[in-house]
């Protein structure tokens, strides 16, 4: 069993920033992949950002620059680093990991942190 939890989500006025956390914690032997998603009311889940075990990152085009993907090994923990926030950026927020148990691999999901941005 592989638990993540998201944390730092909120109300924060166009152009602001925040910073998201997610701490993997559970029964595994190593994390590989790890990445934020959102999801917007009335919209698909979509990709935001991703991050290797090695440190190499991947984002959403139209997001590129404002946001920043970055990662603890020893902590277990990604973080997203948001900057310049837009209220188009109003969504909830979802860690996700792969990982590898020791016997499968699989992908574990968060509850998801609430991020709000008013205009």
């Known amino acids: 069993q592989v638990q993540l939890v998201e944390s730092g989500g909120g109300l924060v006025q166009a152009g602001g920033s925040l910073r998201l956390s997610c701490v993997a914690s559970?029964?595994?032997?190593?994390?590989?992949?790890m990445g934020w998603y959102r999801q917007a009311p009335g919209k698909q889940r979509e990709l935001v950002a991703s991050?290797?075990?090695?440190?190499?990152?991947n984002y959403a085009d139209n997001l590129k620059g404002r946001f920043t993907i970055s990662r603890e090994n020893a902590k277990n923990t990604v973080y997203l680093q948001m900057n310049s926030l837009k209220p188009e950026d109003t969504a909830v927020y979802y860690c996700?990991?792969?990982?590898?148990?020791?016997?499968?691999?699989?992908?574990?999901w968060g509850k998801g942190t609430l991020v709000t941005v008013s205009s």
């Open positions: 991050i290797t075990s090695g440190g190499l990152t």
């Open positions: 996700n990991a792969a990982v590898y148990t020791g016997l499968i691999f699989m992908t574990s």
């Open positions: 559970g029964r595994f032997i190593r994390i590989n992949d």
